[in-house]
């Protein structure tokens, strides 16, 4: 109960505690409940033996790795390092490796980190490391390239090990966007500041929904700005409540002088209609940026095959707005196809293994991967790409061909695991990758 709930050790000295443990059981004594510090000794040994199992599971095992690090409020540098594995069942699973200080972030500093705890742990094998797209990082992959490309299960020298963190790269892709209608989102964000930051302006807020017949179970959210996916769930809901903000503006005398200040000191006055339809357009493309992130985010369901998906449905939806007659949607479009094409453009730039899971996919196969490709790049490009795979198939096909594999293959049930949502017009982005 301690260690699920994450609850302090003191708990079994509280009164509370023991007043409780002795009402259900009123054969137990006060002084039978072990202290805090019996507590705490169980627990190590908990840990103890949970680790030697887990060693056990990841022996001559070949495991795909996640690491990142931050700094804390305290100054601080810390990392942690999560490892993904299938097991003989064909189950899988994630475990937390490490979790510890560091020096600095610097990415030799990362990867002795790595190495250390694997050969603490008797991992042998890498076969992909996910990371983000700071600059260290790439030290990091060179350095663990470099030191375990003589390990027993490492596949083609390490050549495939470096995985960019999809979910990451999305957030440069949307920032690119954001920046088109900036001046539209801070408006919108000061209305919400001014109806959030008193009950009495909330409820002057809910006065005008009730005279104007709204009824909504929706609240409005205020974002951090610098998270895309908050901004766009403020953005969601506050379109909603358009009506609300514009009527405010006419006739609340508070709203209408706070805004009034706040251009005379330089703000950007109280938002329009033309303000809440920038933002209801891009809400509808930013709901394909936040369902790709939550489908890449998944940790206890397979990802590497849904990416193409997501990608192709993004690519073609920014390839049809940068043809838009709307000058806004074109500029946003533009932008965000030139972040794009730096970190997932053709050929090189996307780790060819998720390529790979999309030929794997029954559903889906070499041919798709080829319309996809002729659909994006044309088809001479799309020709090229697919030599590209299928090369690299075969020589993934050779080095498993070479190692003794388990006879007994246990199928496992398929899932749709991608977020399906309205987008702009209503369609179904996926209707045209389904088809």
């Not at 079994?12 to 019996?38: A, D, N």
């Not at 490490?98 to 991992?123: A, P, S, Y």
């Not at 000061?190 to 006065?207: C, D, G, L, T, W």
Request: with cysteine; glycine share 6%; hydrophobic share 35%.
């Amino acid at each position: 109960m301690i260690i699920i709930d994450e609850l302090p050790f003191r708990l079994v000295e509280g009164y509370g505690f023991q007043k409780y443990s002795t009402t259900l059981q009123p054969k137990l004594q006060i002084r039978e409940i072990p202290s805090r510090q019996t507590v705490a000794r169980d627990v190590i040994g908990i840990y103890g033996v949970e680790r030697e199992k887990l060693r056990e599971a990841l022996e001559g095992r070949r495991v795909c790795l996640t690491t990142d690090t931050w700094t804390s409020i305290q100054n601080l540098n810390y990392m942690s390092l999560t490892c993904h594995f299938i097991d003989d069942d064909w189950n899988l699973h994630k475990r937390i490796l490490n979790f510890c200080q560091v020096e600095d972030h610097r990415g030799e500093t990362i990867g002795r980190k790595i190495e250390m705890c694997l050969r603490e742990w008797g991992v042998d094998g890498i076969f992909t490391l996910t990371v983000d797209n700071a600059s260290s990082n790439g030290t990091t992959i060179k350095f663990l390239q470099t030191v375990t490309k003589d390990w027993k299960g490492t596949v083609l020298e390490h050549e495939f090990l470096h995985m960019r963190c999809c979910a990451h790269i999305l957030n440069p892709i949307v920032g690119d966007g954001l920046k088109e209608i900036d001046a539209s989102i801070a408006r919108v964000r000061e209305a919400v500041r001014y109806v959030k930051s008193s009950p009495n302006r909330n409820q002057i807020f809910r006065s005008f929904m009730g005279r104007l017949g709204i009824e909504s179970k929706c609240l409005l959210s205020f974002d951090v700005p610098t998270r895309w996916n908050s901004t766009y769930l403020m953005l969601d809901t506050a379109e909603k409540f358009e009506k609300v903000f514009l009527r405010m503006d006419f006739e609340d005398d508070s709203y209408c002088s706070y805004f009034l200040n706040k251009e005379n000191s330089g703000g950007l006055g109280a938002p329009c209609g033309v303000d809440f339809k920038n933002c209801r357009t891009f809400v509808g493309f930013l709901k394909l940026f936040y369902n790709a992130t939550k489908n890449f985010s998944g940790s206890l369901y397979v990802t590497s095959n849904t990416f193409f998906d997501e990608m192709f449905v993004i690519q073609e939806n920014i390839a049809h707005l940068i043809k838009s007659e709307n000058l806004l949607l074109k500029n946003m479009a533009t932008k965000m196809e030139a972040k794009f094409e730096k970190y997932w453009g053709k050929r090189d730039k996307i780790n060819q293994l998720l390529y790979v899971a999309v030929v794997l996919d029954p559903r889906k196969k070499m041919r798709f991967l080829k319309f996809s490709f002729s659909e994006i790049y044309g088809e001479s490009v799309a020709d090229e790409m697919v030599d590209l795979v299928r090369k690299t198939m075969d020589r993934l096909y050779d080095v498993y061909s070479r190692v003794e594999s388990p006879n007994g293959v246990v199928p496992s049930e398929n899932e749709r695991t991608h977020m399906e949502g309205d987008t702009i017009g209503g369609s179904d982005p996926y209707a045209m990758v389904n088809s």
